[in-house]
């Protein structure tokens, strides 16, 4: 692990609050670092108790308010989980003593110096984050997808085998890190969503602009240039750096037209292909034509290009890139073909967990029987009305399946309790031509541990259901 030179933190002993996959590798890591660790939590006495034993730290489970505030008061600074509330007094109390709250990203970039390329968005983030990990492997580099998946950031910097990090940045992490600073970040789409997180839709804006704040001169920004609120971030991170003569990072602009806004858009679609800035004196950059993708929805177009854009400007190759475009087969859950019988198709979609998804999975076929519903995160799905002119029918699952079946009152409905019964209510109500979508727009947690689970129940009911009988295609 490559450790910077006067590399550190003034803090020497840390509270992490909050004990999942995160803040266990953020325990272990600041441990091997030499930092002491107080852990606690609001529940899982097992996990923190082994937790605690391992590392030889005092654990402490369902603080009172009092605890909780002597704890902040005995540490140098705080870690909290990701995805803890903001209203959770934890943060109040580490305003009230001086306590500065850190991520793990902080911690990383005390530890280690290598680069980094972030990528945050609402949506298309996991996806995004394992093209450019692919890019960069198929380019020569030793690259590794970390952040918000199953490896966590400072969990990865142990590893002396990579040169290269493919952050996943959620608004989580983001939120709280004091300095962040990625050699390319890279921000997809903006849409309401988290708000059973951040206190309002301005903070999660907020907390995902962090990803340009303190990049600097040999830096890039690449920006979603037809998302409104992703555009204004730019051009408003542009005129800081002006308006403070400092350096600001370079910064690239992706999106299926060659222009947006009055401004060029670098990675664009040409035609059939998607296309890169042009070399000196020279045409555009061929990528890849939309035929050799596995599938060419827009939003897979979109996420192509800013993965494209994100690779090249981390040290990616062109050749690298196109290979990777071209063998990439995407994800589970994501718009995922289950089988098909009768001219209706069956997808997959339940990694849509907020309506702004499910508007991006329906924009990309013409007649949908729509599968959706779930535990609401606190947004406006009625929403889901403004992608209509797709939809010929709804059956709404779970806690918010009558608010899914009110956003669409003009379309034949039904409201199902369980996944047998909507699929066999979306069989009934499919017509030859027809795609019936699983694509909830809300949590999974009412039904399901996970939206894996969901979507597992879902194929699996599909193919109980639909498709074994003569003629199903799987």
């Not at 890279?186 to 059973?196: E, I, K, M, S």
């Not at 007649?367 to 403004?386: P, T």
């Not at 019936?436 to 879902?458: H, T």
């Amino acid at each position: 692990m490559s450790e910077p030179a006067g590399g550190g933190l003034p803090e020497r002993r840390l509270l992490l609050h909050g004990l999942g996959i995160t803040n266990a590798a953020v325990a272990r890591a600041a441990v091997a670092h030499g930092l002491e660790v107080v852990l606690s939590d609001d529940g899982r006495p097992a996990l923190a108790g082994a937790l605690g034993d391992e590392l030889g730290a005092p654990v402490v489970l369902e603080p009172s308010a009092g605890a909780l505030e002597d704890l902040v008061r005995s540490v140098d600074a705080v870690v909290p989980a990701p995805g803890l509330p903001e209203h959770h007094p934890l943060f109040v109390l580490a305003a009230a003593h001086g306590r500065p709250v850190l991520s793990e990203f902080d911690l990383a970039a005390a530890w280690d110096d290598r680069p980094v390329l972030a990528i945050t968005g609402t949506n298309g983030k996991t996806t995004v984050t394992t093209l450019v990990t692919a890019m960069l492997e198929r380019s020569g580099r030793r690259a590794a997808a970390v952040g918000n998946l199953d490896t966590p950031l400072v969990e990865a910097i142990a590893r002396d085998d990579l040169d290269v990090f493919v952050v996943e940045a959620s608004s989580f992490r983001l939120a709280h890190s004091r300095r962040f600073a990625p050699l390319v970040g890279t921000w997809l789409n903006f849409a309401p969503d988290h708000l059973d997180v951040h206190r309002t839709l301005d903070d999660y804006r907020m907390a995902k602009a962090r990803i340009w704040r303190d990049q600097g001169a040999g830096d890039t920004a690449v920006a979603a240039a037809e998302d409104p609120v992703v555009d204004a971030a730019i051009v408003a991170r542009t005129q800081v750096a002006a308006a403070e003569d400092v350096p600001g990072p370079a910064v690239l602009r992706f999106g299926l037209a060659p222009v947006e806004g009055g401004r060029a858009v670098e990675y664009h679609q040409d035609g059939s292909l998607l296309v890169g800035p042009a070399r000196p004196g020279g045409e555009p950059v061929e990528l890849v034509d939309v035929a050799d993708m596995w599938r060419a929805l827009p939003h897979d177009r979109t996420n192509a290009l800013a993965a494209a854009a994100t690779a090249l400007a981390g040290g990616a190759t062109v050749e690298g890139v196109r290979a990777a475009l071209r063998d990439f087969r995407g994800l589970p859950h994501r718009v995922e073909l289950v089988g098909e019988r009768d001219d209706v198709r069956w997808y997959d979609d339940s990694k849509a967990t907020a309506p702004h998804a499910t508007l991006a999975a329906l924009r990309g076929f013409d007649s949908v029987v729509l599968v959706a519903g779930g535990r609401n995160k606190g947004l406006d799905l009625g929403e889901l009305h403004l992608g209509a002119d797709h939809v010929r029918a709804v059956v709404g699952i779970g806690e918010s399946g009558a608010e899914v079946l009110a956003a669409f009152p003009d379309r034949p409905g039904r409201l199902a309790t369980s996944m047998a019964e909507a699929v066999a209510s979306a069989a009934e109500l499919a017509e030859g031509g027809d795609v019936v979508l699983l694509s909830p727009g809300c949590a999974s947690f009412d039904w399901y541990g996970s939206y894996s689970e969901r979507g597992d129940d879902f194929a699996a009911r599909v193919r109980e259901l639909v498709l074994a009988g003569d003629g199903g295609a799987a």
